[in-house]
């Protein structure tokens, strides 16, 4: 995988009850454990949010709040094509997809459920195929309060 291929990945992390929103290196957005690591040491009271966008053919959301690491993968299929999605269901220990999978999500739909978006409503921003990876972040960075900066940001990184 190229990080070309990375649309974006962008790092949100509250620090003294704000949210900051970071550009992380696209080489992140390649790995899974590399991105974990890139989110550990971040400071948070709340964890480190990580978002990446692939090829505008799926996202991760990866959280991380000391040694506790939380993932989501928006389509498991991804991990046939994808090592970032390979890696990703890797950590969660599922078993690799086949090709004859439909399209669904992975990992931990209340992620953050506990920043204000349900596992319900983050199900159903996965589940909607017309919907680019690049919208169902930024909906999601909209509900957890960090909507415009994310996308300032995101819409930097695309010139």
């Known amino acids: 995988m190229t990080e070309s291929a990375v649309d974006f990945a962008v790092v949100a992390y509250r620090d003294d009850g704000e949210w900051q929103v970071e550009s992380l290196p696209t080489r992140v957005g390649t790995d899974a454990e590399a991105l974990v690591d890139t989110l550990r040491p971040l400071p948070s009271d709340t964890g480190s949010i990580g978002l990446v966008s692939v090829d505008e053919d799926f996202f991760v959301i990866a959280r991380v709040l ?23 269901v890797d950590l969660l220990d599922l078993p690799e997809p086949d090709d004859e999978e439909d399209r669904q999500p992975a990992g ?12 319900m409503d983050l199900g159903v921003v996965c589940d909607d195929p017309e919907v680019y990876p690049d919208e169902a972040l930024s909906d999601i960075a909209r509900r957890l309060g960090f909507g415009q900066q994310f996308d300032e940001l995101v819409d930097a990184v695309a010139v």
């Open 108 to 119: 931990d739909l209340g992620i953050i459920a506990d920043l204000g978006v349900s596992a």
């Open 66 to 88: 000391g040694p506790e690491v939380r993932l989501l993968l928006s389509d498991v299929t991804a991990a046939t094509e994808w090592p970032l999605a390979s890696g990703v």
